[in-house]
């Protein structure tokens, strides 16, 4: 009896070492998902959405080749060309007040903001 209690015990053993095999196994795929997942965190928004956004919102004030008109000019050698990206956020969530600029920080998405700053930043 005490020999049937000590095979019982190494077949446990064999099995729990099998089970820790597995569960490594298991592992392996979650890694690739993390991998998979950082580019898409990506900070920079999406200059195709950000299009979008731009001609719905945003070109009435600033026209279709960014060069101004209601708004200021946002384009290449324009004063926003030369704000940093935090500043540029801030403007278009919280508007400029006293002046046409409306903030957008109700109306759009954060991610919306960002990809219609990406598109901007294309049209430099
Ligand atoms: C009703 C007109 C109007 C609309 C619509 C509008 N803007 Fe503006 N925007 C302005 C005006 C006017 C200014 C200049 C404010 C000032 O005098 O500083 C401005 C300024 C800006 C600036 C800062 C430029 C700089 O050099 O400081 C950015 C960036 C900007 N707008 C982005 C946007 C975006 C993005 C949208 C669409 C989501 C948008 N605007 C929609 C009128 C508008």
Redesign the pocket.
């Known amino acids: 009896m005490k020999r049937l209690v000590a095979l019982v015990a190494v077949l446990a053993l064999v099995l729990a070492a099998c089970g820790g095999g597995g569960t490594s196994t298991t592992e392996a795929p979650s890694g690739t998902t993390a991998t998979t997942a950082a580019p898409s965190g990506n900070a920079g928004g999406d200059v195709t959405a950000g299009k979008t956004?731009?001609d719905q919102?945003?070109v009435?004030?600033?026209g279709a080749d960014l060069s101004g008109g209601?708004?200021?000019?946002?384009n290449a050698g324009?004063?926003?060309a030369g704000?940093s990206d935090d500043?540029?956020l801030k403007?278009?969530t919280d508007?400029?007040s006293g002046?046409?600029?409306?903030g957008?920080g109700n109306s759009?998405s954060e991610d919306q903001?960002k990809d219609?700053?990406a598109y901007?930043r294309s049209q430099e």
């Open positions: 956004v731009y919102n945003c009435s004030c600033h209601v708004g200021k000019a946002l324009s004063q926003a704000k500043q540029l403007i278009i508007g400029v002046t046409a600029m409306p957008w759009l903001i219609v700053l901007i």
